[in-house]
């Protein structure tokens, strides 16, 4: 199955011919580092396009989803469009309770989005609220905290109920600070209250062959192991760069077999 369309086609595509370039020039003029969040969202161009791109519908508490989905997704744009298309052989072997990383290094782009299979992953924003399909998860990974020594700094965020007839998608974001030499600690067993990792939440599901990431350790675990993947296992990786179909994307990709 190709690679579907991704959020930055549906809400953020549009923003390439005029606002990122926009953004992009005033940073250069004002001497701010776009690549980094807090410098990025107050330029006067990020302000404005923020505005567009949140929904009528949306909630005030979600603006800064947004704001953090516009910043992901202009660092995806900058740094090459990098999309990951992970099969559902792989999907499985990277939410296994227990992933072994042995002594690797933390190495991952610096922005990216990795697609997951189609309502195989499930994820909510709140305890409260109920599950939905996970798309993919948007991902910057790069030393731009102000702190040398705080390692890389990675933020992510997941893109929840993402459906090509609906105005907006559930935004659930995350970030930490990580060494890039102590990764595997955090990585090969994620925590979860009760039960075992990733395992399946919702009634039924189990039949379905769902999964569930319930807490931001399995969130963190789960990129933190396809980053690893991706290192190391280069021959698995296949570009695709002729797509076609009405749900696929347009964008050039990687399979992750």
Same mark, same amino acid.
């Given at each position: ?28 003029? &004002? ?160 925590? &979860? ?31 933190? &192991? ?32």
């Amino acid at each position: 199955m190709p690679a579907r369309l991704t959020p930055y086609e549906l809400i953020l595509e549009p923003l390439e011919r005029e606002d990122f370039p926009a953004i992009r020039a005033e940073g250069e003029q &004002r001497g701010s580092d776009v690549h980094r969040r807090d410098q990025f969202l107050l330029l006067g161009h990020a302000g404005a396009t923020l505005d567009e791109i949140v929904p009528e519908s949306a909630d005030p508490e979600s603006l800064d989803e947004y704001g953090e989905l516009l910043y992901e997704g202009y660092q995806f744009w900058a740094y090459g469009r990098r999309l990951y298309s992970f099969e559902s052989s792989v999907t499985a072997l990277l939410t296994e309770p227990e992933y072994e990383l042995g002594d690797w290094i933390f190495a991952a782009p610096p922005a990216s989005y990795l697609q997951f299979p189609y309502q195989k992953l499930w994820a909510r924003v709140s305890a409260d609220a109920p599950y939905e399909p996970l798309d993919g998860v948007f991902a910057v990974a790069a030393n731009t905290e102000e702190r040398a020594d705080s390692g890389v700094h990675v933020r992510v965020q997941m893109v929840l109920g993402l459906r090509s007839d609906r105005p907006g998608v559930s935004l659930v974001s995350y970030r930490d600070d990580l060494d890039p030499a102590k990764v595997a600690a955090r990585a090969t067993r994620p925590w &979860r209250a009760e039960g075992v990792a990733y395992a399946n939440a919702i009634p039924g599901g189990e039949r379905m062959g769902y999964r569930t990431l319930a807490t931001t350790s399995e969130l963190e675990a789960l990129v933190i &192991r396809a980053f690893h993947y991706l290192d190391t296992h280069p021959d698995r990786l296949e570009r695709v760069t002729d797509v076609a179909g009405e749900d696929a994307t347009r964008l050039p990709y990687v399979r992750v077999l």
